[in-house]
């Protein structure tokens, strides 16, 4: 299964599953939604539960919001992660603090979801990554699933949950393939997932970038160096317990994230790893970013501007040297 | 046309005049306790708007719901939260309305449907559009009041909520009431000064949503206006704006002391038309209250607020554990 099928296929079992659960957002009606996520569910379900809005993210997130004050659960899509900025007051002013200030009286359980990241050539406005941005936050919830079976074990603990998530998807890997398992499953937040063992080094990742982190590791064993690639899956909460116990055992580490370096979640990774792990390092922890540029359209330029394979070999090289 | 008072209950309007001076005493108090460092932060009280709030939230039902902005007390008095759960709030008790975690921006009281003031202009109106979605998508036929300030018509979030109320409402999806609580001041920039337009009622012809203004100091003239605007949105789902043109004679916030932005002549001329005085009169000349009377339900209001202060002092600081409680739910 795709991870396109995957979350389509989430949002269909759960919305039958659960009357409460309706869909709003930018053309994922009537035009099928920009990614194709919410093809042909506006006939399954009728105008009021998938709801086409208007180009204003500010005004829907912020009535999805309401929505969920009211006992609905509205999963909402942003055409990309880009544009839920006008709408940042809502979702960390209101959606985030709600139940905090409140209490606990009043609480907004939506899903946020749509594409986050770099990497198809859509230049400064369109490239970016909010991951540390959103889980900068309490009161919110960040995941960012790598495999179709997570993206479709993590959106149904979503859509269930009490929270307000952040659910970042690609835009390259809609069309990745995966197992995803039989039955009603979900993926529990605050888990990361060893998804390669090995003994030499950590390398810690999430999203696209994950998916590098796999092949540099495939690529290295080669060489005789073997990786443990920890897939963190969400990043607010965030798991140190498993990645603590895999740098006790490697001693060293690697952090791998697209976005910038100054304040990105590999810079928090990379502080706790050092408070839980000081003594059993035997390198400085390597920290594999995007450039501290706004993301440039021209190919050769992107390509320079986010860590692909050869950056983190490279990185992996300097902490076992 | 009948006179307003074969129009209207008596006993209802000395009930107005009742809640009115006891909003009014309770801010007064909350001034009082400011300075006496017994509250924090911010202060924003509704004296000289009363008549605003009154009016509409009496306009309800028990299963409406509403949003207010962080000039909020009068709206949890009025709905009947305990002004004792009030005023905890606003000393920081673990007894107030949000165990002291909200404070005076934040009060709220899910239960009477009150989902609570907010602290950000103009930020509560899209969740209160998507609030009155909920109500008819689950069938009911509540509706949503959403109270905010002239200030909020400026912000972006004005115009994309209602742009979303006009669009949702035309399918019948969208029951609210958006009343702006027009007191003349963003803080100090005056409407005048801060909308091209300054008839803020006209902002809603733009949104397919019908809109009126009204006098917001004449408590009977809002009740009416509520009344009649309530039950056309609660039979068709469809949004509509009033404009309750109101002041406010207390400053914009506590720390609102020297108010150069207006003169004392003009708030002189304002409070010739108190709204608590415009009832009092009208109600003096009906014969239904007399000086025996006013003085019993000074006497009610300021024993009331004293009760509140006398608990509020006594009640206990939220234990530190509150801290760390209810930031998330339960996990699924």
């Known amino acids: ?321 | 046309m009948e006179r307003v008072e074969e129009r209207v209950d008596l006993e209802r309007m000395l009930d107005w005049y009742r809640r009115m001076v006891l909003v009014r005493r309770f801010e007064e108090q909350t001034e009082r306790s400011f300075r006496r460092g017994k509250i924090g932060g911010y202060l924003h009280v509704y004296i000289g708007q009363e008549a605003v709030a009154t009016g509409f939230l009496d306009a309800i039902r028990e299963d409406d719901i509403f949003f207010a902005s962080y000039r909020d007390h009068a709206h949890a008095l009025l709905r009947g939260t305990d002004p004792r759960a009030v005023m905890a709030e606003l000393y920081g008790k673990v007894t107030g309305v949000a165990k002291g975690k909200g404070g005076s921006m934040h009060l709220v009281d899910v239960a009477r449907g009150f989902y609570g003031g907010y602290g950000i202009v103009g930020g509560h109106l899209p969740l209160a559009v998507g609030a009155a979605y909920a109500l008819r998508y689950q069938g009911t036929d509540r509706i949503c009041l959403c109270f905010f300030g002239d200030g909020a018509v400026n912000s972006g979030a004005f115009h994309e909520a209602a742009n979303l109320a006009g669009l949702w409402g035309k399918e019948g999806m969208c029951p609210v009431v958006f009343v702006i609580e027009n007191n003349q001041y963003g803080m100090g920039t005056s409407v005048e000064r801060a909308s091209a337009v300054p008839n803020l009622a006209r902002r809603f012809d733009a949104y397919a949503i019908p809109n009126e203004r009204c006098d917001g100091m004449d408590v009977v003239a809002v009740y009416e206006v509520a009344r009649r605007v309530v039950e056309e949105v609660r039979r068709t789902g469809r949004p509509y704006g009033v404009e309750a043109v109101t002041y406010r004679f207390s400053g914009h916030g506590a720390a609102d002391l020297f108010q150069s932005y207006r003169t004392k002549e003009e708030v002189e001329r304002w409070r010739q038309r108190d709204p608590i005085l415009l009832l009092e009169q009208q109600l003096r000349e009906w014969g239904v209250l007399d000086d025996a009377r006013k003085a019993e339900i000074h006497a009610w209001a300021e024993g009331l607020v004293e009760e509140a202060v006398a608990f509020a002092e006594q009640s206990p600081e939220p234990p530190p554990e509150e801290l760390y409680t209810d930031v998330y739910g339960a996990d699924p």
Request: proline letters at 6%; a negative charge; glycine letters at 8%.
């Open chain 1, 1 to 321: 299964m795709t991870y396109r099928e995957a979350i389509r296929s989430t949002l269909v079992e759960e919305m039958d599953r659960d009357p409460t659960v309706l869909l709003l957002g930018e053309d994922i009606g009537i035009y099928g939604g920009t990614f194709r996520i919410t093809e042909g569910l506006l006939s399954r379900y009728g105008p009021r539960r998938v709801v086409d809005t208007p180009i204003s993210e500010l005004g829907f997130i912020g009535a999805a919001i309401g929505m969920a004050m009211l006992g609905l659960r509205p999963v909402v899509e942003v055409m990309t992660w880009n544009f839920s900025l006008p709408a940042a007051d809502q979702i960390l002013q209101n959606a985030a603090k709600v139940r905090y200030f409140t209490g606990g009286q009043v609480r907004a359980p939506l899903v946020i979801r749509g594409p986050n990241g770099a990497g198809v050539q859509l230049s400064a406005q369109h490239s970016q990554s909010l991951e540390s941005f959103y889980g900068h936050f309490p009161g919110l919830k960040v995941v960012a699933p790598a495999t179709p079976a997570d993206a479709k074990g993590l959106l149904r603990a979503a859509i269930r949950g009490e929270d307000p998530v952040i659910f970042l998807e690609h835009a390259a890997l809609y069309g990745i393939k995966g197992e995803v398992p039989d039955g009603d499953y979900t993926v529990p937040f605050g888990r990361a997932a060893v998804v390669r063992p090995g003994r030499h080094v950590t390398v810690v990742s999430y999203s696209r970038m994950l998916h590098l982190a796999l092949s540099a590791a495939q690529r290295l064993s080669g060489e005789g160096i073997e990786c443990e690639v920890i897939d963190l899956r969400s990043l607010r909460p965030l798991d140190m317990e498993t990645v603590a116990a895999s740098v006790r055992r490697t001693h060293r580490a690697v952090v791998v994230q697209e976005q910038w370096r100054l304040y990105g979640a590999a810079a928090e990774i990379s502080a706790q790893i050092y408070e839980r792990c000081f003594d059993d390092l035997d390198a400085p922890v390597e920290r594999v970013t995007g450039e501290d540029v706004p993301a440039p359209y021209a190919r050769n330029l992107e390509l320079r501007a986010f860590p692909d394979e050869e950056k983190i070999v490279e990185a992996v090289r300097r902490v076992i040297a």
